[in-house]
């Protein structure tokens, strides 16, 4: 009975002390604090970027000493705070894309949706006033995919946290493979819409659905005209009334001069004859 230990499962935990309570809450507080402080530091990146740059120079070569120092201020941000420093940017009429000096695109009044041509057609009208132009647009984005939805205070810790801007094409290189390909099936699938759209409207013509076609599209449409010459005969001058039924007043007859000669003689001739 003396050797008998007791299991440590059964065992009731020993009551922290308050040097070891003192020591947890400090340092749950210092983790707080930490936090409060990056989110201070974030806020304060975001106000600072949204009048930036402070070189007016163009949006594809900007100054070296500015595109260094948005990518240190930027490195902390969520997607979600850089969407809040694009729309303060805009507040400052100025384009959603940090590097460039130029103020977004006003499209004045109007609905929700918007025709842009150059973005694509018919976008949301809050979508073409964030930018100056679409490739300020592009650039802005190539930053953003960079971003982590990790909270700030798990990622401030890593050093080697990098930040690219997008890389300007340039019309001297030459085409690469991949490159070339891309281009090709885009170039393919361009085509292919634009034939199925010319055998839609082809059939919709066929089918007589004038309303199917595209507003303004001209269909040009053969028209032959026939000209059908007929030939009369003069007018001889002569009524062709056998009848005489353009002489009949009221159910009788009217005679002509002749006809009354005649028919005066007939009867002359019948009385004679009567008399005799």
């Known amino acids: 009975m003396d050797d008998y230990i007791i299991p440590k499962s059964i065992r009731q935990p020993s009551r922290p002390s308050k040097e070891d309570a003192r020591a947890l809450a400090v340092q749950h507080a210092t983790i707080l604090q930490h936090r409060k402080d990056l989110e201070a530091q974030i806020l304060s990146s975001l106000v600072y970027l949204s009048t930036f740059p402070p070189n007016t120079t163009v949006a594809s070569q900007p100054n070296p000493t500015d595109a260094r120092e948005f990518r240190n201020h930027i490195r902390l941000f969520q997607p979600s705070d850089y969407d809040d420093l694009i729309a303060e940017r805009n507040v400052n009429d100025l384009c959603g894309y940090v590097l460039c000096p130029r103020e977004n695109r006003k499209t004045g009044r109007g609905g929700e949706w918007t025709l842009a041509p150059g973005a694509g057609g018919i976008v949301r009208r809050k979508e073409v006033e964030m930018w100056c132009t679409q490739k300020c647009k592009r650039r802005a984005l190539y930053v953003k995919v960079q971003l982590s939805e990790t909270a700030a205070w798990e990622r401030a810790g890593i050093p080697d946290i990098e930040i690219y801007l997008y890389e300007e094409p340039s019309s001297s290189a030459p085409e690469t493979e991949e490159d070339a390909t891309a281009r090709k099936l885009s170039e393919m699938k361009l085509e292919d819409e634009r034939q ?19 507003p303004g599209a001209k269909t040009a449409v053969g028209v032959m005209l026939q000209e059908h010459v007929v030939e009369s005969a003069p007018p001889t001058g002569v009524f062709e009334d056998e009848d005489g039924d353009h002489m009949m007043v009221e159910g009788y007859r009217i005679l002509r001069e002749e006809e009354h000669m005649v028919t005066s003689g007939t009867s002359a001739q019948m009385n004679t004859y009567g008399n005799r």
């Open 196 to 214: 199925s759209m010319r055998d839609g409207a082809k059939l919709a013509l066929e089918r007589g659905e004038v309303g199917s076609l595209q």
